[in-house]
């Protein structure tokens, strides 16, 4: 995986359909999907996502919609569709709900 695409993918994690608030959806459903999926990327930083706690790196991470951060990271291989593998998938309501937690993080920094 190149820089690039890593960047895009982090970019994009941030956001949803339409703007996303902290406020929005349920944060502790979301917290069990980023803890169950995210983490092991966005804990560590590893292959360049954005690590949660460090909210410089997610400044600028606003205005994409959650559900290309879905489908770039599934043709990315970091995820895997529900609707094809249901036991390790990730739906886009999940994707939506560990968006929405992941702001509520780094809005409160």
């Not at 695409?5 to 970019?11: E, N, Y």
């Not at 944060?27 to 803890?35: A, F, I, N, P, S």
């Not at 593998?85 to 709900?97: F, L, R, S, V, Y």
Request: charged share 20%; hydrophobic share 40%.
């Amino acid at each position: 995986m190149n820089k690039p695409s890593m960047t895009l993918a982090a970019i994009c994690l941030l956001a949803t359909a339409g703007q996303v608030s902290a406020d929005a959806g349920n944060t502790d459903e979301g917290r069990q999907v980023y803890e169950a999926t995210c983490s092991r990327c966005h804990d560590s930083g590893k292959m360049g996502a954005p690590v949660l706690e460090d909210v410089s790196e997610w400044a600028d991470h606003t205005g994409i919609l959650w559900s290309d951060v879905h489908a770039q990271h599934l043709d990315d291989g970091f995820l895997h569709d529900a609707a094809e593998n249901p036991k390790k998938g990730i739906t886009a309501a999940q994707m939506e709900a560990a968006t929405n937690y992941i702001i509520s993080v780094v809005s409160k920094k």
